[in-house]
């Protein structure tokens, strides 16, 4: 596969970086179950309700999740397939065993 423009490059790094911030991984996590509330959030990765907001902002801004609004509150989940797709790779993966490989060390 070719290696995709800069900017595509960019986008992909500010991603991973976002993801880097436990909570905010657990945030994006809890919202590939579909649409959940913030107070539900917050119990779900015992953040407050304040941080949760905080980090669907951040989520929003970079187009991980998307926010419907249904009566008073604002629901939240996976922005799309890819998204959902994407974390549940990362997660078999890191569930894996580690085998190692004649190269690794140790």
Known sequence: MPLPEDNYI???A???RLLGDP???KVLLTCLEGPIAVGDIARATGASPSLVSHHLRLLRAA???RGTRRNKQVLYEAADEHIARMLADMLEHA???HEPHEDDDG
């Open 63 to 65: 187009r991980l999740v």
């Open 95 to 97: 569930l894996e065993e």
């Open 10 to 12: 960019t986008v992909i």
């Open 23 to 25: 909570t905010r991984l």
């Open 14 to 16: 500010e991603t991973y």
